[in-house]
């Protein structure tokens, strides 16, 4: 039977690319697929990236009970399936989930034995650094993302593990330890 690890962390802390390094290494884990309403991007696969779904096939599946966990992000529904996650950990498969941290408190509702790790910033100071040095949103969304930071690190409080991703080598290894 694999293992189920969600990680969660606010916009900016850093997750994906800790993610995405944490899995160069461990071919042993896998992320999971979500499900989305939005449309394909350039270069974009379903059943790879996403499971693309209308509308009316995503509120299907959420008036059938069929998600783990879903969210609404600017007008475009997310999604993970149960049945996605239960065959991967029945074929023994490793799976990672990178939601926000609601989402991750109602997957640890359902499945218990899922592992919660939620990526911090070294600082809020260090996380709006982040956000500004981007230069790919506006104040008003910047603002938007520091003022959901509360309730971020509110829920982590009801997390497994926090770990602080001062530098993505230190981060992995941390998570390297908690998957171990």
């Known amino acids: 039977m694999g293992r ?10 850093g997750k994906g690319t800790v993610i995405n390094e944490f899995l160069r290494r461990h071919s042993d884990f896998k992320l999971s697929i ?27 599946c959420v008036e059938n009970n069929e998600f783990l966990e879903w969210a609404e992000f600017s007008g475009n529904c997310y999604g993970t399936k149960k049945e996605f996650v239960e065959n991967c950990l029945s074929k023994g498969e490793n799976l990672i ?9 109602n997957v640890k509702k359902i499945m218990p034995e899922a592992t919660l790790i ?4 070294p600082s809020v100071e260090e996380l709006e650094a982040r956000l ?12 938007k993302r520091l003022a959901s930071i509360k309730s971020e690190i509110e829920n982590s409080k009801q997390y497994d593990y926090v770990v602080v991703n001062d530098t993505v080598e230190n981060a992995v290894k941390k998570i390297e330890e908690i998957t171990g």
Not at 118 to 121: Q, T, Y
Not at 132 to 143: L, N, V
């Open 4 to 13: 189920l690890f969600v990680i969660s962390g606010s916009s900016g802390v």
């Open 97 to 105: 989930l990178e939601i926000d941290t609601k989402g991750a408190l």
């Open 132 to 143: 500004r040095g981007r230069h790919t949103e506006t104040e008003e969304a910047i603002q």
């Open 34 to 60: 979500s499900c989305t309403t939005r449309g394909k991007r350039e270069g974009e696969e379903h059943g790879v990236n996403y499971f693309f779904l209308s509308q009316e096939e995503f509120k299907k």
């Open 118 to 121: 939620f990526i911090a910033p």
